[in-house]
């Protein structure tokens, strides 16, 4: 719903802003246009020297007037007296070569159509009235969405485990936070209850929500400027189709009708519509990475970088060799670490990639040590993962780290319309370190929904990492809400809660408040924690569906179902794999297709009840499911088809 609105609004806006870089690709690939890159780029420029020279002299002529005017520029701020220098292209990855794989994929296609889109894009369509709030709220690190779970099942695959993961869910939707008091600082956060019944087991369950608010004024709110590397994948698993898998058939390549652009293409222009983000002021650098990591852009400011040309040189890259990430990784956070100290600026790295190392470290203890190390010294990661065979589950161990998160991309248009309405946000962290202490004789934590650092909980302690600003529409803030399950004991109702955390200054922060629950029948504060109590539920459930598949395609035979009528919805445990992944057909066991009829029922009369018709998405995947294949196993050996064509 709010989904909806928010997009009628970013398109009106859109209509504001002047045009940026990334548009002229967006716009080749709508046209279908079909052409030498250099061509496009330096098209009629020639013609129209002598005018830009005369408006750039007279603009510089003004400039120098209103600068010596205005008393409001800080002289010794360095970012408002920066001279920069000519324009260069400064481009030093030289090597042409075309990788032709054995599996496919070949050389770029330039500005080419393709994508797809999901089940259910998590970008809202359509329109209503609505009006962007003044202040803004907050939304937690890890992940952005669940574009890859969805991807995978639209494609008929049975998704990985961390596909699916619960802040991602929660961004794709807004939530009423229950704030009930201007807030006045950074960091503000609101306390709801409920009491609710699982849907499978009938049992009484307890739910408490923090509301993530903030108040940053939407209308004062500015990101600093950047120091950014961008470190892109362009080994041969890049070269593969957008929606199939690079190691089907353990590593032998299965010919395919071509459906979608190559994670390539996409990245390559995901990249370009990146750049068109960035103002003068920010540095970027560029490496790239396949058996090894090259810097192919030194760190120089976009003012002083000739974006025509670099745009150039990133659409004629072309996939090749295998993939050593953490090469990319060091290499890439090296670069960054030679951008000069100022507090002034922001640092981070932005990974492009399907995330399948199999050369040099490959280990997640290895690769998120890599990330940890640097984020220490305030350089973050962002992982953005590209294709159906992304690995989401290595993405969410580098990113469970201070500073960080990561997106799965569908199509080069919706990673542009994702950047055009969160870059800003993306880049900014704000909260850190948030702890919150649970103090109540008769409640203890008993598990954290919405935070990619659940596993650090205990029965008194939720912990978040990393909190980024969120838009705010109509009292609602995307992805604003934590959601704790507690376990009732013996003793009383009321509950203590210590917040504390620290700023981007290091500065520490804290306050206490007091709830209490004083109702023991069915409950919900508001909407907001009613719609975090279903997704969870809903995300529980098919996590658990997701491990029952795997564990018993792994094992070859059935297993007992994790959740039945007598234990009812539990968070599963994680599942553990290889990098280099293949795809598994999706199929769903007798046991959980009646769960996830029974499911259905119960979030179509959820969704009714909060009013928010963006959840029919999750009824779709339910649907989905329900009509699968059955998977049959019996005490012995199931037989599988293994003959490859």
Not at 438 to 453: A, F, H, K, R
Not at 536 to 549: G, H, M, T
Not at 560 to 587: H, K, R, V, Y
Request: include cysteine.
């Amino acid at each position: 719903m709010l989904n909806k609105s928010f997009n009628k609004y970013h398109k009106q806006k859109m209509n504001e802003i002047e045009v940026n870089r990334g548009l002229k690709h967006r716009l080749a690939s709508q046209m279908n246009i079909n052409m030498d890159t250099k061509k496009l780029f330096n098209f009629n420029f020639k013609k129209f020297t002598p005018i830009a020279l005369g408006a750039g002299a007279l603009a510089v002529l003004l400039l120098v007037v209103v600068v010596g005017q205005n008393p409001s520029i800080d002289p010794e701020n360095p970012i408002s007296t920066i001279a920069y220098d000519e324009r260069v292209d400064d481009w030093k990855f030289d090597d042409v070569v075309v990788f032709e794989d054995a599996r496919g994929g070949g050389g770029s296609v330039l500005f080419g159509m393709g994508g797809g889109g999901s089940v259910a894009s998590s970008i809202g369509r359509g329109g209503g009235n609505f009006a962007v709030d003044e202040k803004l709220g907050f939304s937690v690190g890890g992940a952005k969405d669940v574009e890859s779970f969805r991807q995978n099942i639209e494609n008929k695959n049975l998704p990985l485990f961390d596909s699916l993961t619960y802040e991602g869910l929660f961004y794709e939707y807004f939530f009423d936070t229950g704030k009930q008091e201007e807030c006045t600082e950074l960091f503000c956060p609101s306390f709801t209850k409920a009491v609710s019944p699982d849907p499978i087991s009938g049992e009484k369950e307890y739910y408490m929500s923090v509301g993530l608010n903030s108040g940053i004024k939407t209308e004062d709110f500015k990101r600093k400027p950047l120091n950014l590397v961008v470190v892109m994948d362009i080994s041969g698993s890049m070269g593969s189709q957008f929606d199939e898998y690079y190691y089907d058939a353990n590593g032998n390549y299965i010919e395919r009708e071509v459906s979608s652009k190559t994670k390539m293409e996409v990245a390559k222009e995901s990249l370009v519509d990146l750049i068109g983000h960035l103002n003068d002021e920010d540095r970027l650098g560029i490496v790239l990475f396949d058996d090894q990591a090259e810097i192919a852009k030194p760190l120089r400011y976009i003012g002083e970088t000739d974006i025509d040309a670099l745009e150039g040189h990133i659409m004629e890259l072309s996939q090749r060799g295998g993939t050593n990430m953490s090469a990319g990784m060091e290499r890439g956070m090296e670069l960054l670490a030679q951008a000069p100290e100022n507090s002034a600026y922001d640092n981070r790295v932005i990974f492009l990639t399907d995330a399948m190392p199999n050369i040099g470290q490959t280990s997640e203890e290895g690769l998120v040590g890599i990330a940890k190390k640097n984020a220490k010294d305030g350089r973050h990661s962002t992982f953005i993962g590209i294709g159906i065979d992304f690995h989401a589950d290595l993405a969410k161990a580098i990113t469970e780290i201070e500073g960080a998160n990561h997106y799965s991309v569908n199509s080069a248009a919706e990673f542009a319309q994702r950047m055009d309405e969160g870059f800003e946000y993306m880049v900014t962290p704000l909260v850190f370190d948030l702890q919150l202490k649970l103090e109540s004789d008769g409640y203890e934590i008993e598990q954290v929904y919405g935070s990619p650092e659940s596993d650090k909980a205990t029965g008194e302690i939720m912990y978040v990492n990393t909190l980024f600003p969120s838009l705010s529409v109509d009292g609602e803030t995307r992805g604003g809400l934590v959601l704790l399950k507690l376990k009732k004991k013996s003793g009383g109702d009321d509950i203590q809660l210590k917040v504390s955390y620290r700023d981007r200054d290091d500065v520490s922060h804290g306050n206490e408040s007091v709830v209490s629950f004083d109702e023991s029948g069915e409950f919900y504060d508001n909407t907001g924690i009613r719609k975090g109590i279903v997704l969870s539920r809903y995300v529980d459930l098919v996590k658990s569906w997701i491990a029952y598949e795997r564990e018993s395609i792994a094992k070859n035979r059935y297993i007992d179902p994790f959740i039945n009528e007598e234990i009812g919805i539990i968070a599963p445990w994680p599942m553990l794999g290889e990098w280099e992944q293949t795809s598994e057909p999706l199929t769903v066991s007798d046991e959980y297709q009646k769960l996830f009829k029974t499911f259905d029922s119960y979030l179509k009369s959820e969704i009714h009840a909060i009013g928010d018709k963006e959840m029919n998405q999750e009824v779709d995947i339910l649907k989905v499911l329900i009509n699968a294949d059955r998977q049959e196993y019996g005490d012995g050996i199931v037989p599988f088809d293994d003959w490859i064509e």
